[in-house]
């Protein structure tokens, strides 16, 4: 079979991921750049992308697989060359959702114990110990309950956080208050202390943290944006953080990425910044994931997660 792996990565990552890939799938002929030869571009039979370029799939006649390696296929979905009609699957590796698990957890659990203020506290040498609140006075709030987070939520409320969880159909998660529809959406907005954004990019969640929805959050409550910069309307945060509404943002996603130097949030003294690396594809598991897809299609078996695309994830 022929594949083409494209992505937006430094060389050294693409090798890697190609030898992982390689090893999982060996004997397939592999293009790093779509072929210019028409007749070897019209062999091309699956493409393995990481959230590449604009245009690439465009001109492969017999594409029969898209397998993304992110999770999040928004710019995929924004690309009007990406083949509407060939079957787009995207990435669930359980050693992403490992790594999401404990990114949400630091962030829960640094916001409820106050671990960033300490950190501030320390650069003005103030020795002050913080209120010593329980895991069960603490509300969390999830938003999206898919692969990342259902896993964040039944990981949270393990913990003993008081865990809501908002996600597009009801739902029923083990300890976990499940919230849907904009009542829904009030409701965990106004109790939790603490929200996590894991919605993926779509219509409907785009600019989604505006000056309204942050204002309907808690007062005092800390945002932590763990999907895509684009959720967040970045001035309104901004302003309500800085009116007080809002105690601190951590954010690992960005609306221009990477983060311009110069961007307020950089210096701003309660917001976190992380350079997208909330949970990122781990190949050494990632790739037996492609393989089974690839195999799926060789055997005309059905494929794994594919992409809802009139849902937009
Ligand atoms: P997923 O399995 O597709 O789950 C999406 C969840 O969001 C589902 O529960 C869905 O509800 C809910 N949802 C979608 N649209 C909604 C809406 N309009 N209103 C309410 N709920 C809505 O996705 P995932 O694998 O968990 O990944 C989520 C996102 O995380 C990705 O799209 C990506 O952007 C981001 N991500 C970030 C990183 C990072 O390193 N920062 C890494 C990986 C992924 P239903 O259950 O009702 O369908
Ligand atoms: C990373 O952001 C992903 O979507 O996998």
Known sequence: MSILLSGRWPQAEQQQCLHWLQTALPGEQWWLAPPTDAAQAAQVEVAIVANPEPGVLQGL??????????AGVDRLLQDPTVPPEVPLARMVDPAMNEAMVHTALWSVLSLHRGFFDLQAQQQQGLWQAPAQLRADEWRVLVLGLGELGGRVAQALSAQGYRVSAWSRRPAVLNGVQCLHGEAGLNQGLAQAQTVINLLPLTEQTRDFFNAARLASMRPGASLVNLARGAQVVEEDLLAALDSGHLHRAVLDVFRQEPLPAGHAFWQHPRVTVLPH?????????????VRANVLALRAG??????VQRQQGY
């Not at 006649?61 to 992110?70: E, F, G, T």
């Open 61 to 70: 006649q017999n594409l029969r697989l898209i397998q993304s390696l992110w």
């Open 301 to 306: 078996q059905p494929l794994a997660h594919l």
């Open 277 to 289: 690396c909330a949970a990122q594809t781990d190949m050494r598991s990632a790739a037996a994931v």
